[in-house]
């Protein structure tokens, strides 16, 4: 009674035999997902900022929907704080991927008042409202986002199609159970739907899917040398948004970005890793989360991306 | 996360090596059990031990814990993520856990106990290949773990393993844990679970999760974590019938991405059950249509052959009358569409299921509308019989016969899961408001109905 039988078989699969490997599964899942809200919603929408993740859901996109084009534009809100080269990355997808790209532009809203800007000068928190009027404006009833479960507390709550009220709001305590694979992403005139389809994804399967894929990156997730100064443990690349204060010194590090944001609050890692291969295995070594590594505005308290994301953040 | 894959099997498993390699496999696991038995701390002894928790996430559990007045870190703060969760202590959703070993990735559906319990336990067991049922060493079944492992059951998970925890606390007694482990197993044969596995366990301490411990000598058997490892993910595809229900049909015309493909006509779809080859003849359903695969495409790559749960697009001989929602299966072994199904159904609507009440049935790709035509009884989860009902409340799980507007073809949900699950939608607000399974029971109930369900209106 107390020594139970092992199991027979291994769970690796043997050669020949129907099983799918870990990116595969999660690939098909993925692919079941865009292509199921895509069938069922009139107007869906990609959130597309040239990051590695919204860049992991535009190819898998393309998968779904071979040999025709992906059926749906690309929204980016551009915080005006962006690396120039992921803009251009962006830009180049696009081209592409023979792709529309809307842009709600956080500095128009600054610009002409409707936004302030922040006392620690941080613009991730003002997407927000340039989304929501996006989305009203475009009528976009289903939001595509490339949220992973295991980014963050708050996200690992998170259905893969998740309702957003009127008022673009999350409740996190009344969400829809989801059942099977079975996606149910109807919702009231005026409501939407954000929808993720990476939601099972970790940083590490994102890597090893790039690398597998051969998915184009912008090149600052890849080792070069930068202009940096340390700030809060994180080195912060000088530039027109984020310049150093006097007590802190400019060095030349050979660096990577693990994550891509603002230029103020997003951190280089110091890395070597200059291909694909390379940086799987740095992920796979690291001690640190991603955010934990290079969000500063994700340090403000411990539920910074809860009481964002109720108010319609990503 | 995954911080055991090692330099080694990713070396193994890059595109081009020449030995086998070594591709990890993904497995889902849902926790159940009674509140207070220590999910939250087992979920957080399984992330850490496996070390896929970061420094930076360690760092903050101790400073929160440390804030409490606590000695150690309590490890259920890793999981508890909403600031209310963390406000009063308890779990109040299903929260998404991943972690790794160098063989396998998992999924974990880390399931609350006790606020709607029946809804968040139905909902992490409907994707688990293993359901982790807790139980505590010192007070053995309760009321709840019965009503989880009924749930579990009725959702046909594959395995179940019982990890008796809290092991410390009885001093590592053989004679409880064979005690406990006798009551589990006769509750779980009533409920038709004849393979689950227990292993006494600490979650707290750390015993038996990753690594067997010296604790427990007269333990013979696997870690927790050994055993998830070896666990099969799911059944071989071979040997069940092809199905697949079109999401989309993907006919790109002048949009084309490439001149050549203008005249392109493909089913897109997640392969339900089975395998599929270029060169079956495969049947439409439910128009009854007969055509034969002439190829299979995943994007750009052209495949011999797919299986479940491959998502892919198949192009067939015959340009057939065939839109989203109908099923493509194989011709020889098709099930017959039907427009009355009976099921039992998990009700999480927050106003009851009354007879007459019209609903949107959602299956595979496939939305219909539904009547509730009977209830025909409510699951006693105690002594999990059915009794007479009126109506079905929130959480309660019954039986009921369903008219659908339209012929779907559903299967029994002891025969597939897949295709024999389904969603109950209430059309004005768009909410779920029930969790279906054709035909099934608990095993111990009467068997589901096995004769085959025809439709008069079926007509090939």
Redesign the interface.
């Known amino acids: ?7 027979p ?5 043997a ?1 020949g ?13 993925s ?2 997902v865009i ?2 809200i ?2 069922e919603l009139e107007r869906p929408v990609l959130l597309f900022s040239g990051g590695k993740d919204s860049v992991v859901m535009l190819h898998l996109a ?8 992906i059926p749906f534009p690309v929204l980016h809100v551009d915080t005006g704080h962006n690396f120039p080269e992921v803009l251009a990355y962006r830009d180049e997808t696009v081209e592409r991927l ?1 792709l529309r790209l809307e842009v709600a532009s956080v500095q128009d809203y600054i610009d002409d008042g409707r936004l302030r800007e922040r006392a620690d000068g941080t613009r991730n928190p003002l997407q927000t409202q340039p989304l929501l009027d996006a989305i009203a404006e475009h009528r976009f009833d289903g939001v595509f986002g490339g949220g992973r ?2 980014e ?6 998170e259905r893969i199609v998740s309702l957003r009220d009127e008022f673009g709001q999350w409740d ?2 009344n ?8 996606f ?5 005139p005026g ?1 939407h739907v954000r929808v993720f389809p990476i ?2 994804w ?4 994102v890597w090893r899917y790039i690398e ?1 894929e051969d998915i184009p990156l912008a090149p600052l997730y890849y080792a070069h040398e930068r202009e940096v100064f340390r700030r809060d443990g994180m080195w912060l690349a000088v530039g027109p948004y984020s310049q150093p204060r006097d007590d802190e010194t400019v060095e030349t590090r050979l660096v990577r970005y693990r994550t891509v944001g603002d230029m103020s609050c997003t951190g280089a890692v110091e890395s070597s890793a200059s291909t694909n ?1 390379e940086i ?2 740095e992920v ?6 991603e955010r ?2 290079t969000r500063a505005d994700d340090r403000i308290s ?2 910074a991306m ?2 964002r994301k109720k108010e319609g953040y990503f | 996360m995954a911080t055991t894959i090692t330099a080694t099997t990713l070396t193994a498993a890059a595109p081009g090596a020449t030995t086998a390699p070594v591709q990890p496999t993904l497995l889902r696991l849902a926790t159940a059990g009674s509140v207070d038995d220590g999910k939250s701390t087992l979920v957080g002894r399984l992330l850490h031990d496996t070390k896929s928790v970061m420094s930076d996430q360690i760092a903050a559990v101790e400073r929160v814990s440390r804030d409490r007045g606590l000695t150690g870190a309590d490890l259920a703060l890793l999981t508890d993520g909403l600031r209310a969760e963390r406000e009063q202590g308890i779990t109040i959703d299903v929260a998404y856990r991943y972690f790794a070993t160098a063989t396998r990735s998992f999924v974990l559906a880390d399931c609350p106990g006790h606020v709607q319990y029946t809804r968040n336990t139905v909902t992490g067991s409907s994707t688990a290949d293993v359901v982790v049922l807790l139980v505590d060493a010192r007070k053995g079944v309760l009321e709840q773990t019965r009503r989880h492992l009924a749930v579990t059951a009725l959702l046909r998970v594959p395995h179940v393993v019982v990890a008796v925890n809290k092991i410390d606390l009885v001093d590592f007694s053989q004679e409880v844990f064979d005690r406990v482990e006798a009551e589990v197993q006769a509750v779980a044969r009533d409920l038709g679970v004849e393979d689950a596995i227990a292993i006494p366990v600490s979650a707290l301490d750390g015993d038996n999760i990753a690594e067997r411990s010296d604790r427990t000598p007269w333990y013979a058997g696997p870690s927790l974590l050994e055993l998830l490892e070896s666990i099969p993910s799911s059944e071989d595809p071979a040997h069940e019938a092809f199905r697949m229900p079109v999401q989309l049909v993907i006919r790109p015309q002048g949009a084309a991405l490439d001149p050549s493909h203008v005249d392109y006509r493909g089913y897109a779809g997640q392969v339900a059950s089975g395998v599929v080859r270029v060169g079956d003849e495969v049947v439409a359903l439910p128009s009854g249509r007969r055509t034969t695969v002439v190829g299979i495409d995943l994007g750009e790559r052209t495949l011999e052959e797919a299986f479940a749960p491959q998502s892919v697009t198949l192009r067939l001989a015959d340009e057939i009358d065939i839109s989203r929602g109908d099923v493509i299966a194989a011709a020889a072994d098709a099930p017959a569409p039907t427009q009355d199904i009976e099921a039992v159904v998990c009700w999480l609507g927050d106003a009851p299921l009354r007879p007459g009440q019209r609903l949107l049935l959602k299956h595979g790709a496939k939305t219909v509308q539904a009547f509730a035509r009977t209830i025909d009884g409510v699951l006693d989860l105690d002594d999990l019989g059915a009794v007479p009902a009126d109506s079905l409340s929130l959480n309660d799980i019954g039986r009921v016969t369903l008219r659908l507007a339209a012929p779907v073809p559903v299967e029994d949900y002891a025969v597939s899961r897949r295709g024999g699950a389904f969603l109950l939608i209430d059309g004005h607000d768009g909410r779920t408001v029930a969790a279906g399974m054709v035909g099934a029971s608990l095993r111990t109930l009467d068997p589901a109905p096995t004769r085959p369900e025809g439709d008069e209106e079926w007509d090939i």
Do not use: C
């Open positions: 009674m107390t020594s139970p039988a092992a199991y078989q291994s769970a690796t699969p050669m035999e129907r099983r799918l490997s870990q990116l595969d599964a999660l690939e098909a899942e692919i079941l292509r199921e895509a069938a393309a998968k779904a929907f071979w040999p025709a084009p023979g479960r295991d963050e507390k708050a996200r690992a709550k996190p305590k969400q829809r159970p989801e059942l099977w694979n079975l149910n992403p109807r919702h009231r409501e939601s099972n970790t940083e590490l399967d597998r291969a799987v295995l796979a070594a690291s001690t640190l989360t934990g590594a411990e539920a809860e009481d």
